[in-house]
């Protein structure tokens, strides 16, 4: 089981477009990301709470996006986390 | 005093000498160039710029030269040099006005930090400013050239300067940059634009550049605020389509077409994300440029 | 019109910004753009509040060169970290040169400065470690041919530049922190022993002050190019005021060149800093230094090679090998992002009117 975190955010300076998603600034690197909204949706549901598991996340999403079950967005949730990870946005610890 | 009151042979001597200084407003060229045709096509294209004494501070020394020896008589070619130093391969010296005008746009693109530099046409209505970013071969600089000359100002075919503390964003005015068939489909379009002879077989195709219009000119020391960054791709036969475009796409998108944007840093995205903010992202299809009018005039007329 | 060393004069005097004509500006900040010293001149001028009372046309020169190095420097502290994590574990300590060090060091000389490269130095006996550490974390070999690979590893001090794949970045490993020339018989092995820990950082290493004061005044004595040598001359000279007001900095100096065999060099270094930036050597430094000095006929001929070698940079003085270098730092840096249709009129390749260093005349002079 991985348990989630938000990394360091003053490392980063997000734009958030919505619907549109975002684009984000690694103030140490100096790159530049676009995210996409669900990612930017699970970001922000980790800076509420943190350490949290994908299921944990799936469950909660799934009840905010009435009509899907945990099982449908599980997927989604999976690849988000793989996108805030790539981008160094979260941290994922073994349990 | 404009380039357009210097008689032929005293552009010619000034220019041979290295003593012309054009104002490029928010910059000035000092340049010195011996190939004719050059000259002749600087004369037209750049006759409403103002010529500024020789003891004023120049931003760029250029020069583009004859290259010595054999290369003086058989295929002649000709080469670029900022400040003396020699840049680029040497092209043939019937593309010698072309490469002032693409080493103008490098000195100020590798120079000018001071702006945040996007690589998209720009142009103006109503205080209000179109970014047309996009890629060469999209029709740009053709759509660009088009607009221009119905109704819109040219701010510029190729460098956007962002000021990154106001937002607002200025250009030189300088020639429109226009290859193969946008050529003829430009004159046809414009009958009245002046456009420097066709020079063929350079890396970008047949070359000519246009000139810009007086209007734009004159008031090329006038920034305007962006309000829409449009994304043009020429479709031939295709119907106008202006459609929304995802935003953040669109922030990379500008980030990727902009030539100093990570040099910037932080104040690079923060700039970024300011003219965002200001501007509707659209994408835009045509396959006709009277349909582009007819769009970008509704455009223009929104709120 | 004589060539006037503008960049250097300023450098030297800033208050004398207020007596330059336009012409001068605009030939300061040519000079300046060639000898990569624009971005210094801007901070010395911004931390005397000055800045402003540059004319806005040439201010904004640099401004603008001032953006690159600030942005090169926070690069260049991610790359320092990067490497810092692909060292982790494998044995090799990170024992930073030159630009690198100075910018992890925080020292004053660093404000301002061009980067391309980061530079290590890797004790030969864990040279296949670091390049296999560095390997697994994405940085590529160069594209020598298998000929040209072995001539590197065996007669330069480095293995050929490493680039990444991700962040096109370059790092050099050298694994012999002198120039290996048969005049030149020193104890490099010296100088690495008594590497500090740079604040903040315990596993990033740099040379201790004086090492890193004759590491530079070597290198820079022992060129056969003076590419880019006014700028090195003022990272001396900007080493030695900083750590000159360091208790027993001086004594230590000269003894440690004398120990480690460098005291040609750092005569030299102190020598040409002296006269051509003014910079403050106590004088019973210079006159113990001077056992460093060569024979009276030599020392002559060497110094004024040296005073032409940091000549004006300027287009009438100016060496091809310096035009070269200058335009190589814009090919090279990857900071110059030139989208595909600036390239497309580079014909697919940079010509640059590379002149061997036959023609220059400081050239054929090697130092002693």
Known sequence: MIAWSPNEISRFRIKDFGDDGAVVYDIASGDTHAVDALAMELLQMLMERAPRTADSISADLARLLEGETEADVVDAVDRGLAQLQRLGLVLGSAH | MKVGDLSPDALRRQVGEGNLLIDLAPFVARLRCDVDSAVRNLASMYAAFSVLPSDHFADFHIQVMREPGLRRWYRPQARFFFDGQPSFTPLPSDQAFAMIEWGLNWCVAAHAHQYLIIHAAVIERDGRAALLPAPPGSGKSTLCAALVHRGWRLLSDELALIDMDTGQVCGMARPVNLKNESIDVLRAFAPEAVLTPPVPDTLKGTVSLMRPPLASVQRRREPAMPAWIVLPRYTAGSPPRLVAHNRARTSLLIAEQSFNYDIQGLRGFDALCAVLDRCECLQFTYGDLDDAVRAFDALAATH | ?368
């Open chain 3, 1 to 368: 019109m004589a060539a006037r060393d503008l960049i250097r004069d300023v450098l030297l005097a800033p208050e004398s910004i207020a007596s330059l004509t336009p012409l001068d500006w605009d030939l300061m900040i040519r000079q300046g753009r060639r000898a990569n010293l624009l971005a210094r001149l801007a901070h010395v001028l911004n931390a005397r509040d000055a800045l402003d009372s540059v004319p806005s046309a040439p201010r904004q020169h640099l401004v603008s060169a001032m953006r690159i190095t600030e942005r090169q420097t926070i690069a260049v502290r991610h790359e320092i970290a990067c490497i810092a994590n692909a060292l982790e574990g494998s044995g090799v300590p990170l024992i930073l040169l030159k630009g690198a060090a100075y910018v992890a060091a925080d020292l004053p000389v660093s404000v301002g400065r061009i980067f391309s490269d980061v530079d290590i130095i890797v004790p030969r006996p864990l040279l296949g470690q670091a390049e296999s550490a560095l390997l697994q974390h994405g940085w590529r070999g160069s594209t020598l041919s298998p000929y040209d690979q072995r001539y590197y590893r065996r007669w330069m001090h480095e293995l050929p530049p490493m680039r990444h794949f991700r962040r096109d970045t370059t790092i050099d490993v050298h694994h012999n922190i002198l120039p290996e020339t048969a005049r030149l018989s020193a104890d490099s092995h010296a100088l690495l022993d008594n590497v500090v820990s740079v604040p903040g950082h315990d596993r990033v290493f740099v040379l201790q002050p004086v090492d890193m004061l004759l590491h530079s005044a070597t290198h820079l004595f022992h060129e056969g190019e003076f590419i880019s040598a006014l700028r090195d001359l003022f990272d001396i000279d900007g080493l030695l005021r900083h750590f000159g007001s360091r208790p027993g900095f001086w004594d230590e100096l000269v003894r440690r060149a004398a120990a480690v065999g460098l005291s040609r060099p750092l005569y030299y270094a102190l020598r040409v800093s002296v006269d051509l930036l003014r910079t403050e050597v106590p004088k019973d430094v210079l006159a113990t230094a001077s056992i460093g000095r060569p024979a009276a006929p030599l020392a002559w001929t060497m110094e004024r090679c040296f005073a032409l070698a940091f000549q004006p940079v300027h287009p009438s003085v100016d060496t091809a090998a310096v035009k070269a270098a200058r335009f190589a730092l814009y090919v090279r840096s990857h900071w110059l992002r030139m989208p595909m249709h600036l390239l497309v009129y580079h014909l697919g390749r940079k010509a640059l009117l590379r002149t061997t260093s036959a023609d220059t005349p400081v050239e054929t002079a090697r130092p002693a």
